[in-house]
Antibody
Framework: QVQLQESGPGQVKPSQTLSLTCTVS??????????WTWIRQPAGKGLEWIGR???????NFKPSLRGRATMSVDTSKNQFSLRLTSLTVEDTAVYYC?????????????WGRGTLVTVTS | DIQMTQSPSSLSASVGDRVTITCRAS??????LNWYQQNAGKAPRLLIY???SLPSGVPSRFSGSGSGTEFSLTISGLQPEDFASYYC?????????FGQGTKLEIK
């Protein structure tokens, strides 16, 4: 049974940097069949894809976030991480880590439970 | 980014009903369309991938169809656990985008 678990601060101040970690169990973050992904959801709203990282180190980000978001993978700890800088209240959301897999078609088939991040002074 | 538009935004139905949710893409995405179910307070769950393929473990009352710019998710014979929110997502182009969601409520 593959499980993903997000961890990080529940509250961050505006202009500060958010660091979130996703710990994977039951699968390896070095598995090249997966892209490791972050998705967020503001309260009462829809899902927003933030970006993804492949075990090779290749990354893709939502264009509107590029420059503020970075990701990394630590295969020794079986974790991957998101760093988001220059936070505003608009970054308040539940943040999900997810695993994206596929061959010709790609989809998110692994999800963490999500962690609420509130940006407030 | 490719814009994904779902309709309706909300829907009321009864147990046993057949319902259809529509998703429209702002450009041709072939069959690069996935559907997710999200219960309140929970993480989304993959329901359909590649427009019409069911992952193992998803009940056969769920079906997906469409290609290009028009897609639909149909639930035949609603069960109590199906009352949730549903999201489409395009996987044609990274940066991925989701529809705004459809909330399915009990009538």
């Amino acid at each position: 049974q593959v499980q993903l678990q997000e961890s990080g601060p529940g509250q961050v101040k505006p202009s500060q940097t958010l660091s979130l970690t996703c710990t994977v169990s039951g699968a390896s973050t070095s598995n090249g069949d997966y892209y490791w992904t972050w998705i967020r959801q503001p309260a009462g709203k829809g899902l927003e894809w933030i970006g993804r990282i492949h075990p090779s180190g290749s990354t893709n980000f939502k264009p509107s976030l590029r420059g503020r978001a970075t990701m990394s993978v630590d295969t020794s700890k079986n974790q991957f991480s998101l760093r988001l800088t220059s936070l505003t209240v608009e970054d308040t959301a539940v943040y999900y880590c997810a695993g994206e897999m596929g061959r010709t078609h790609w989809y998110f088939d692994l999800w963490g439970r999500g962690t609420l991040v509130t940006v407030t002074s | 980014d490719i814009q994904m538009t779902q309709s309706p935004s909300s829907l009321s139905a009864s147990v046993g009903d057949r319902v259809t949710i529509t998703c429209r893409a702002s450009m041709n995405i072939g069959k690069y369309l996935n559907w997710y179910q999200q219960n309140a307070g929970k993480a989304p769950r993959l329901l359909i991938y590649a427009a019409s393929s069911l992952p193992s473990g998803v009940p056969s009352r769920f079906s997906g169809s469409g290609s290009g710019t028009e897609f639909s998710l149909t639930i035949s014979g609603l069960q109590p656990e199906d009352f949730a929110s549903y999201y489409c997502q395009q996987s044609f182009s990274v940066s991925y985008t989701f529809g705004q969601g459809t909330k399915l409520e009990i009538k």
